[in-house]
């Protein structure tokens, strides 16, 4: 929401700026310019971004306009199901987790907590890492793997936001070249009346201005929110793995999950009231 909050206050105030000093919005609409920019800056992603960074960035996009999913309430919900488990893990042993973790979707645990569910890499980052421990893996080892995962998601996850920052910088120069287009175009009608000539001059410096305005108005802080969500992301997974791992090494579930509330945001962090609450309110399943 925020995105197009932003996007709007762009619009309004280059709009705004510009009407305020006495400018023609007619010449701002300038067809040709917008084609050769947007067009050409979409011809440099295909050329220059493998499918499956396209698909993922598609993927990114709808979550920018919505806002990042990792609220404090889906933390809340985060550390309420690992009390869960790792209290299911503290009073059954791990291999009672053995079918939890085959068919997470099928788990009466796991059903409980949907925000958990529907992200289907934590889900499988959880049960993978969770597989590791009932296997008998070692704790230190486990951690190492989780760490290898999480930093491969954060470099996967930077490439989206690369793709938006790349095009972003291209685009005043691709602005240019519109320009230059249109200054061949002025070129051709020097022997025209001069309001004809400034019009064509105007039109060409209008694929300028396009051209920084998408480029610093737009695409590049596009790729900014791309780059924060996949921060997000990264820590909803770094949390887990501290759980998991203060968990297999022996910490009781309430300190295993207040190990993992220090490590969350502190704009995201719930209290200690908040946490108490919630696990509370499911101490009759555990």
């Known amino acids: 929401m925020l995105a197009i909050i932003g996007i709007l206050v762009v619009i309004g105030a280059v709009l705004g700026g510009y009407g305020m000093a006495k400018g023609p919005f007619a010449v701002l609409y300038q067809p040709a310019e917008l084609v050769t920019i947007l067009g050409a800056g979409f011809g440099t992603v295909l050329i220059s971004t493998p499918i499956k960074v396209l698909k993922q960035l598609g993927r990114m996009m709808p979550i920018i306009f919505k806002g990042s999913p ?9 550390l309420t ?7 299911k893990m503290r009073k059954n042993g791990l291999l ?5 973790v085959a068919d997470p979707n099928a788990s009466p645990t796991f059903q409980s907590y949907p ?4 992200n289907k890499k934590a889900v499988t980052f959880f049960c993978d890492s969770l597989k590791l421990l009932i296997d008998g893996t070692d704790a230190g080892d486990a951690e190492h793997i989780m760490m290898s995962d999480m930093a491969t998601q954060q470099e996967e996850g930077a490439l989206p936001a690369g793709v938006l920052q790349k095009v972003g910088d291209a685009m005043p120069a691709l602005g240019i070249v519109a320009a230059v287009m249109g200054i061949i175009v002025t070129m051709q009608s020097l022997d025209a009346p001069p309001e004809v000539l400034g019009h064509h001059v105007a039109a060409a410096l209008v ?3 396009l051209g920084i305005l998408v480029s610093y108005g737009f695409i590049q802080p596009l790729g900014a929110a791309v780059e924060s969500i996949a921060r997000d992301e990264n820590k909803y997974m770094q949390c887990m793995m501290v759980g998991l791992i203060s968990s297999a090494q022996g910490a009781s579930p309430r300190t295993a999950i207040e190990q993992v509330r220090r490590v969350i ?7 200690t009231v908040d946490v108490a609450e919630a696990v509370n309110a499911i101490k009759s399943r555990v």
């Open 115 to 118: 925000k958990f569910l529907g």
């Open 207 to 209: 694929g300028t201005f």
């Open 96 to 100: 009672a987790l053995e079918e939890d």
């Open 265 to 271: 945001f502190t704009t995201e962090r719930p209290t």
């Open 81 to 87: 199901m690992q009390f869960e488990v790792f209290s």
């Open 70 to 78: 990792y609220t404090k309430a889906t933390y809340i919900e985060l």
